[in-house]
Nanobody, 124 residues
Framework: QVQLVESGGGLVQAGDSLRLSCTTS????????MGWFRHAPGKERDLVAAIKWSGVNTYYPDSVKGRFTISKEYAKNTVYLQMNSLKPEDTAVYYCAAAVPGLPITENRSYSYWGQGTQVTVSS
């Protein structure tokens, strides 16, 4: 059973930084590829960062490239999303998700396990 618990969301001002954490069960970060998604009201759920199970390859869409960084800490079974230079349009509920190795990390359908989400609000 894969369990994911996000934390670290909050209310910040434009230009600030925030680090989200996703604590996982067992050896999830060693076995699964991991992704961070966000879902804003009236919009589709979008992938904002992903990392392969090996930790070698990462993916970021243009909207966050250069501002967001995904990383893993194996000893703590935790995945992080470092978000810098935040903008009001980054406001959303952010979700951590796990994908079975071998499936493309850029596709939403690859992710089978989801956390409950954490709210990030960026004021202008």
């Amino acid at each position: 059973q894969v369990q994911l618990v996000e934390s670290g969301g909050g209310l910040v001002q434009a230009g600030d930084s925030l680090r989200l954490s996703c604590t996982t069960s067992g050896r999830t970060v060693n076995t699964y590829s991991m992704g961070w998604f966000r879902h804003a009201p009236g919009k589709e759920r979008d992938l904002v960062a992903a990392i392969k199970w090996s930790g070698v390859n990462t993916y970021y869409p243009d909207s966050v490239k250069g501002r967001f960084t995904i990383s893993k800490e194996y000893a703590k079974n935790t995945v992080y999303l470092q978000m810098n230079s935040l903008k009001p349009e980054d406001t959303a509920v952010y979700y951590c998700a796990a994908a079975v190795p071998g499936l493309p990390i850029t596709e939403n359908r690859s992710y089978s396990y989801w956390g409950q989400g954490t709210q990030v609000t960026v004021s202008s």
